[in-house]
T-cell receptor, first 119, second 113 residues
Framework: KAGVTQTPRYLIKTRGQQVTLSCSPI?????VSWYQQTPGQGLQFLFEYFSETQRNKGNFPGRFSGRQFSNSRSEMNVSTLELGDSALYLCASSLGRTGQTAPSYNEQFFGPGTRLTVL | GENVEQHPSTLSVQEGDSAVIKCTYS??????FPWYKQELGKRPQLIID?????GEKKDQRIAVTLNKTAKHFSLHITETQPEDSAVYFC????????????FGTGTRLQVFP
């Protein structure tokens, strides 16, 4: 079974531009989460999607947005890029078992990441 | 708020020695604690996880322990090998209708031959 894939793998943009990153989950996985990884802040949660709905959101400005399509593929968009947005953006997918009254313990599998450099 | 502290930030051991990495979480509702290994230039990979209803879990040379009262969990690697050299991240999650992971800041483990 193919793993999580992300495109593009590398991206160079200038301040003020916008960027769209794509994530294709493992076949059958319904949940996609996005994380930003930087040397200073580590891995920080951006948002997660399940069945085309945003289920949770981290503490990032509104310039960061995302969406999920009916085939579970997800995209994230960053508008008005700033130098501080330079980072490795990782997505992770899981089966997305949901539990309102019981924990779901979904194992997450990460993609290789998109390295974004803002100049 | 949600926070996971991880120590130490760097750890150097001789091949064959044991390595221990410790994490403390703040949200008592957390019930799932995975550990990820990230080699240089690679994606994080799950190496072991533990649920809140279990105190210890072992998989060959790797073990994880959980103390819910102290909100503390640890990764133990025995008989370390050079290929264990990587950055290790602990994480915590509440898992009720979410996959959101709160990560620790990472531990760079170096195993010298």
């Amino acid at each position: 079974k193919a793993g999580v894939t992300q495109t593009p793998r590398y991206l160079i943009k200038t301040r003020g531009q916008q960027v769209t990153l794509s994530c294709s989950p493992i076949s059958g996985h319904r949940s996609v989460s996005w994380y930003q990884q930087t040397p200073g802040q580590g891995l920080q949660f951006l948002f997660e999607y399940f069945s085309e709905t945003q289920r949770n959101k981290g503490n990032f400005p509104g310039r960061f947005s995302g969406r999920q399509f009916s085939n579970s593929r997800s995209e994230m968009n960053v508008s008005t890029l700033e130098l501080g947005d330079s980072a490795l953006y990782l997505c992770a997918s899981s089966l997305g078992r949901t539990g309102q009254t019981a924990p779901s313990y979904n194992e997450q599998f990460f993609g290789p990441g998109t390295r974004l450099t803002v100049l | 708020g949600e926070n996971v502290e991880q120590h130490p930030s760097t750890l150097s051991v001789q091949e064959g020695d044991s390595a221990v990495i410790k994490c403390t979480y703040s949200d008592s509702a957390s019930n799932y604690f995975p550990w990820y290994k990230q080699e240089l230039g690679k994606r994080p990979q799950l190496i072991i996880d533990i649920r809140s209803n279990v105190g210890e879990k072992k998989d060959q040379r790797i073990a994880v322990t959980l103390n819910k009262t102290a909100k503390h969990f640890s990764l133990h690697i025995t008989e370390t090998q050079p290929e264990d050299s990587a950055v290790y991240f602990c994480a915590a999650s509440k898992t009720y209708n979410t996959d959101k992971l709160i990560f620790g800041t990472g531990t760079r483990l170096q195993v010298f031959p």
